[in-house]
């Protein structure tokens, strides 16, 4: 908001674009104290976000909609985080009712509405270092990818930790599914015997303009409080 490299200029206004997950921009703006449309629709004030369409003029938006957002929340989403909805929320709180309640934890690419009845939201290290800090006895809702949440309730298991998935209804995440031991195992013995499989190759430009991204957000990234090694979602 203060113009990035180039500060702003008296009377300049920054309008920033987040890519690539609306949802995450919506609850981040929101956490930086911005009104997004949920706001409004609660009578809270005029939005100052806006979806952006790029199969559409102007990204779908009216003149005077796109001057007065902020921020434009890119139309994408994770098919995975996006199957979470509110009611899930209330059912998993009903189911833990009488075993002593429940904390609910989802990733921030849940819908807002999700996000705010939630008890906690953050990154997947965030999901995976409160599991791992969890007093015993203690029951936890958590709303992100199947296989993770499966891992997690294993070993808190372990410690008398009781965790499950916010919901039945979801889906795979058929990126991440494709990453599994055996494909690891594969590239590395590949690599041992000076062999690249998979190379993935990037522009120039777009590999300068990365690194950019993922050096600040590796030093906005608050101190390690968790056992594993670090993550970036």
Not at 26 to 32: E, I, K
Not at 161 to 181: E, G
């Amino acid at each position: 908001m203060k113009g990035g490299q180039t500060p702003a200029k008296r009377g300049e206004e920054i309008k920033i674009l987040f890519l690539p997950d609306q949802h995450l921009g919506r609850n981040t703006a929101s956490r930086f104290g911005l009104r997004t449309e949920i706001d409004e629709q609660a009578g809270k004030g005029e939005t100052e976000t806006r979806v952006w369409n790029p199969k559409l003029t102007l990204g779908g938006l009216k003149p005077d909609e796109l001057r007065s957002a902020r921020v434009l929340l890119w139309a994408g989403h994770c098919s995975v985080h996006k199957l979470f909805r509110p009611e899930h929320v209330g059912e998993a709180r009903d189911r833990f009712e009488e075993r002593g309640g429940v904390t609910v934890l989802v990733h921030p690419e849940c819908c807002k509405e999700v996000v705010d009845l939630a008890d906690l939201s953050g990154s997947t290290e965030f999901i995976i270092d409160t599991i791992d800090c969890a007093k015993g006895g203690s029951n936890w809702a958590v709303g992100t990818e199947i296989h993770l949440v499966n891992r997690l309730a294993r070993e808190a298991k372990e410690r008398g930790v009781n965790v499950t998935i916010l919901s039945d209804c979801h889906c795979l995440c058929t990126t991440m599914y494709r990453i599994s031991a055996r494909h690891l195992l594969w590239v590395l013995d590949n690599l041992a015997l000076g062999k690249v499989v998979n190379q993935v190759r990037v522009h120039p430009d777009a590999r300068r303009l990365a690194n950019v991204a993922l050096r600040r957000m590796l030093d906005l990234a608050p101190p390690r409080t968790g056992k594993r090694p670090v993550l970036v979602d």
